[in-house]
């Protein structure tokens, strides 16, 4: 499919740096793992640790998809934007355990982070994938935004994680 070509490179890198991210975050977690859990903070993980994998996990899976050898935009459109519908309503649902849970009260910064970027990336992701049936150049760089907006939404948020169970974690234990 010609509309694909030359982005070859940049859905490697990202795809790549993706994949890496998993695992990294995996390895933190198992770390992370070894200290007692609070009784309380074991819904926190499904509010700020899993959507940060979902992001990664999303945006390997963008890799993977616009990698493929397809013949045509369409197929590609629909599974982009099924993605993306399917992050909008994931969205919403790491919003509401975001207020549900009890062990930690998110502030202005966790909302942006946790839930208002993520899904204005996944809604970009949809719009743009229904864009790609007629406009399919400006579609793709769309597309390739939120790829990326859903990469860097993850390095923060894993970041934010770690540095709070590292930061304050660490200093309710003492």
Do not use: C
Not at 5 to 17: A, K, L, Q
Not at 84 to 107: F, W
Not at 125 to 149: G, N, V
């Amino acid at each position: 499919m010609t509309v694909l070509n030359g982005w070859e490179n940049f859905y490697v890198i990202v795809g790549s740096s993706a994949g890496a991210l998993i695992g990294l975050q995996f390895v933190v977690i198992t770390l992370l793992a070894a200290k007692p859990i609070p009784e309380g903070d074991a819904q926190t993980g499904g509010a700020f640790a899993t959507p940060s994998v979902v992001h990664f996990g999303v945006v390997l899976l963008l890799s993977a998809i616009a990698s493929a050898p397809w013949t045509g935009i369409t197929t590609v459109a629909v599974l982009w934007g099924s993605i993306g519908l399917s992050g909008v309503m994931y969205s919403v649902v790491v919003a509401r355990r975001m207020r549900v849970q009890r062990a930690y009260q998110p502030v202005f910064e966790d909302w942006v982070f946790h839930a208002l970027l993520p899904f204005a990336a996944y809604m970009v992701l949809a719009i743009s994938a229904y864009a790609a049936f007629t406009h399919e150049r400006p579609a793709l760089f769309f597309i390739a935004a939120a790829a990326l907006m859903l990469l860097f939404i993850g390095i923060h948020n894993a970041w934010d994680a770690v540095t709070y169970h590292v930061f304050v974690g660490s200093r309710r234990e003492e």
